[in-house]
């Protein structure tokens, strides 16, 4: 019978590989609290209704991405393929927007079926932050700071190139969808399936295509700066004095787009090209219809998410756990002291292993193994004399220390 794997699009996230992990959402979860964010967390599953309100039932995420699946009671459920819609069904719920504006950080899996690819799983992890309840483009800055200081502070903003653009408002979007409507019915002809099918629900995604065809259509699309309000177009130029003044520096891409009604104004991504194809390592923007059209007041939001697979990758490795002491004992009064001593060392803050099988050259091996730092052996003749060997794993050297020493003679092994 063959080994049991993991099923296709995931992934066992071994030691070194979680350190990765956790330096990512530890560094996150720091730079968040310094903006006022505190952390909360929503069911990894939901009422499917909850995404597919928000995203659309006509849309891939829906119709071919996400896990949904009838429980034993008959209801409908999914898990969560993003965090945004959670934490907004989470703040109508528990009624907190009379307590606006709210500012969250969160972090967990998510699930998409889509192909694995490079820093791309069926089940992913996401670094998330909403701000809801602010509508003015200085909280956009803010988001968008806080992003880049994220990214600092993990040491790969430098690799990383801030793109920008303006979904404008509700008017703008009105005048900008029916123009694209009428561009591209009448190149229908050069356009892929996709792009078809997006064309009567949401003709913005067939900007960010990447298929060829399209990209050779697209090039001869009508610019979304032609149709921006006055209002639209003074907002995003507060938005991009904030991120100068701030030292953030920006590329402006006409071609970033979020394809759902309820986005506007900035949309914002970070960009890589040191993972291949897939390069946004943190995307984000303004969502002020999301509320209202999952059945809250009409509240301003924005927010942004970022793959932990992703961005470990591109950090330095952090730096490894401490070095062990290694408890070996031998004889039956070692094993029976070894215990008690383990654990007054860990209270005191030391990292024991501790051996439980094997004579003394075989625990020796296990201790170079895991690379402890010191071995500490305790053997019938050592008990009698109420101490232990003390052996340097790097010198070689060995002393013998009354077991009431035992903590500060070890001390430089902490």
């Given at each position: 019978m063959p080994a049991l794997q993991p099923a296709r699009g995931t992934q066992d996230i071994l030691p070194e590989a979680m350190r990765r992990h956790r330096a990512v959402i530890d560094t996150a979860r720091i730079v968040a609290a310094r903006y006022g964010?505190?952390?909360?967390?929503?069911?990894?599953?939901?009422?499917?209704?909850?995404?597919?309100?928000?995203?659309?039932?006509?849309?891939?995420?829906?119709?071919?991405?996400?896990?949904?699946?009838?429980?034993?009671?008959?209801e409908e459920i999914t898990l969560r393929p993003e965090y945004t819609a959670g934490i907004v069904r989470a703040v109508i719920s528990n009624g907190l927007t009379q307590n606006l504006p709210i500012k969250f950080f969160a972090c967990g899996p998510m699930f998409r079926y889509e192909r694995p690819q490079k820093g791309r799983f069926r089940q992913f992890h996401q670094i998330d932050v909403e701000l809801i309840g602010a509508g003015t483009p200085e909280a956009d800055v803010e988001m968008i700071a806080l992003g880049a200081d994220t990214l600092a502070e993990l040491g790969v903003l430098g690799h990383c190139e801030l793109q920008l653009n303006t979904l404008g408002d509700a008017d703008s979007r009105q005048a900008y969808r029916a123009a694209l409507v009428d561009y591209f019915s009448a190149h229908r002809h050069g356009l892929s399936e996709d792009s078809l099918r997006r064309l009567e629900r949401n003709p913005l995604r067939i900007l960010d295509s990447k298929d060829a065809g399209d990209v050779a259509v697209n090039a001869a699309a009508p610019s979304f700066d032609s149709y921006l309000t006055e209002a639209a177009r003074d907002f995003f130029a507060t938005v991009c004095r904030g991120l100068?003044?701030?030292?953030?520096?920006?590329?402006?891409?006409?071609?970033?787009?979020?394809?759902?009604?309820?986005?506007?104004?900035?949309?914002?991504?970070?960009?890589?090209?040191?993972?291949?194809?897939?390069?946004?390592?943190?995307?984000?923007?303004?969502?002020?219809?999301?509320?209202?059209?999952?059945?809250?007041?009409?509240?301003?939001?924005?927010?942004?998410?970022?793959?932990?697979?992703?961005?470990?990758?591109?950090?330095?490795?952090?730096?490894?756990?401490?070095?062990?002491?290694?408890?070996?004992?031998?004889?039956?009064?070692?094993?029976?002291?070894?215990?008690?001593?383990?654990?007054?060392?860990?209270?005191?803050?030391?990292t024991v292993d501790q051996a439980y099988s094997g004579n003394l050259s075989r625990r020796m091996k296990r201790a170079n193994k895991i690379a402890a730092r010191a071995a500490v052996i305790l053997g019938d003749d050592e008990l009698a004399r109420g101490s232990a060997a003390v052996r340097d794993l790097d010198t070689g050297e060995q002393i013998e220390v009354p077991l009431a020493q035992l903590k500060d003679r070890l001390a430089p092994f902490r």
């Open positions: 964010y505190e952390e909360m967390a929503t069911p990894i599953f939901e009422f499917t209704e909850v995404f597919a309100r928000p995203i659309g039932e006509a849309t891939d995420i829906v119709a071919k991405e996400m896990y949904t699946f009838a429980d034993r009671g008959g100068t003044a701030l030292g953030v520096t920006y590329r402006l891409n006409p071609r970033l787009v979020r394809g759902l009604d309820y986005y506007c104004h900035t949309a914002f991504e970070f960009v890589t090209e040191q993972l291949g194809a897939q390069g946004t390592v943190l995307g984000g923007g303004r969502y002020d219809g999301l509320m209202k059209l999952m059945g809250g007041p009409d509240v301003p939001g924005i927010g942004w998410a970022a793959g932990v697979e992703r961005l470990a990758l591109l950090i330095a490795a952090p730096p490894v756990p401490p070095r062990p002491i290694a408890m070996i004992a031998l004889g039956d009064a070692g094993e029976g002291k070894a215990m008690t001593v383990a654990h007054e060392l860990r209270r005191a803050g030391f």
